[in-house]
């Protein structure tokens, strides 16, 4: 039996009802389904009176992470603030359809997070104004509790289906905010909407047809660049609990060289982060040599070669949704080769010039440019340039970006890549403040099929991956529990715990 197995059942034998996805205009995004095996026993007399009755107290408390509801109320504040006088509407999304009836695991939209500090789907968030700021309320589909008929009826929202669940009182208590059912719901034409895509029905029923507001989610975007204290404390334990994910994974190598190759390993790091946090922050890349080089290697059918690299890219997602993103890239048998370590150190430099331009009032561009300065010039020094060091750099070079066609860092935050919404203002041309939070992660990719790179260096990928703090007077690196130089990596394989 599915977990998504959704739909009124009490409909009969009649087809599936088909919805519309709000954002793609998709039909089946999210459909409401009967479930086959059930309508005849939910329409007998004699199982639905029996169903109704005989059930006990059950525990409704929502599940809250430490601080999350204060940190959500200032931030709410920050909006305000922001967009007074407006009415702003933030959605929380549903879960994506997979096949058929069955969907992928809920993951609430990082705005919605940021601003009530808890998942809860189908949720619609609204701050109407008032005098000195905005009023909150959630609305959210009740769920369905013994004594009625879509107790037993509703996948999605009866607790036969799903367990005990939060509903408005519990809800209200808990958050701090104003609760109320989604049928409720009633916004007026000039609302400001963002948030996740959601579908014509329940809480989608009231905002079909009406455009996400790019200046909200905007607005959302360059207020998350700044983290308060406690985001900054939810990032540090992501942190610290991925680096505890690489040493799973690092016990786990002559298993997975044995048998299970890259996907034991990225098993190992996903069931690791379910454990500590909610989930892997994003999907785990695990790439043994050939595949080191393939940017978003997630598919970790491979196996583990244990004379190559093996580039390991993983985060954990805490329960609030901030996640880490780390990469290191290890030898799998415990020890570079003369040429691995080599494209090893040379990233090293690279990554140790990048995280040097990392300070509060330089430009975001300047550690990019330093990164990449330092992979250009050591490239032209082993004469896999067609041109100059300088005409690579310039603005119609950029040559040396055949081995690093990415960037070298990024926002992290609710988003592995946050703040995607932000202008380019306030994002890549604008100023590194204290705060914000990001990544450093140059690299040198040389696949197995360049036929420009000499045949030793093919098939080698290497990746040097830190998050970072800016802070008042330069940088807090949260992942420096992982070394980041060849001989410090050769030591940390060597360990046996």
């Given amino acids: 039996m599915s977990a998504r197995d959704h739909g009124p059942v009490l409909s009969g034998l009649g087809a599936a009802v088909r919805t519309v996805d709000w954002e793609s205009g ?10 086959p095996r059930m309508p005849l026993l939910a329409t007998t007399p004699g199982f639905s009176e029996w169903i109704r009755t005989g059930w006990g107290d059950a525990d409704r408390t929502p599940r809250l992470e430490p601080g999350a509801v204060e940190a959500a109320a200032a931030h709410r504040a920050r909006l305000s603030e922001a967009l007074p006088g407006r009415t702003l509407v933030v959605t929380a999304g549903r879960a994506q359809l997979r096949m058929n009836d069955t969907f992928f695991e809920f993951r609430a939209d990082s705005d919605f997070l940021w601003l009530t500090g808890y998942a809860v789907e189908d949720g619609v968030l609204v701050l109407t104004p008032v005098a000195g700021g905005h009023d909150a309320t959630l609305f959210v589909t009740p769920p369905a509790r013994p004594g009625d008929p879509a107790f037993h009826a509703d996948a999605a929202h009866g607790e036969l289906w799903v367990g005990p669940q939060p509903g408005t009182a519990e809800l209200e208590a808990a958050l701090g905010i104003r609760v109320r059912a989604v049928s409720a719901l009633d916004l007026p034409e000039e609302a400001l909407i963002a ?40 990032l540090r334990s992501a942190v610290a609990r991925t680096i505890d994910g690489f040493a799973e994974v690092r016990r786990e190598i002559p298993r997975a060289i044995e048998r299970g190759g890259e996907r034991w390993l990225q098993g190992t790091f996903d069931r690791h982060a379910r454990t500590v946090g909610q989930a892997p922050g994003y999907a785990t890349i695990v790439g043994s040599g050939a595949h080191a080089p393939i940017l978003h290697w997630v598919r ?79 490239l032209s020094d082993w004469g ?12 119609v070079g950029q040559q040396h970006r055949r081995f690093i066609v990415c960037g070298v860092g990024h926002h992290l935050g609710l988003d592995v890549h946050d703040c995607d919404a ?30 420009t790179v000499p045949p030793e260096l093919r098939g080698i990928g290497v990746r040097l991956e830190d998050d970072l703090i800016v802070t008042e007077t330069g940088i807090e690196v949260l992942s420096d529990g992982l070394p980041i130089d060849a001989a410090g990596i050769e030591r940390w394989m060597a360990r046996t715990i």
């Fill in 422 to 451: 932000a202008s380019y203002g306030a994002y890549l041309g604008g100023t590194i403040e204290p705060g914000m939070s990001l990544t450093v992660e140059p690299g040198l990719y040389f696949h197995a099929w360049d036929e």
């Fill in 300 to 378: 970790a059918d491979g196996e583990i070669d244990p004379d190559a690299l093996l580039l390991l890219d993983m985060g954990v997602e805490n329960r609030t949704g901030y996640t880490a993103d780390v990469t290191r890239t290890i030898p799998a048998g415990g020890r570079f080769s003369d040429v691995q370590r080599r494209v090893h150190d040379l990233v090293e430099r690279s990554h140790r010039a990048g995280l040097a331009a990392v300070r509060p009032g330089k430009p975001w561009a300047d550690f990019h440019a330093a990164s990449m300065e330092v992979l250009a010039q050591g």
């Fill in 195 to 234: 948030g996740a895509a959601v579908v014509a029905r329940g809480a989608g029923a009231h905002l079909d047809g009406r455009p996400r507001s790019a200046e909200l989610a905007r607005v959302l975007s360059e207020l998350r660049r700044i983290k308060d204290a406690w985001e900054i404390a939810e």
């Fill in 26 to 35: 998709m039909p089946n995004s999210r459909s409401e389904r009967r479930d």
């Fill in 384 to 395: 896999l340039l067609p041109v100059s060091v300088d005409e690579a750099l310039s603005e």
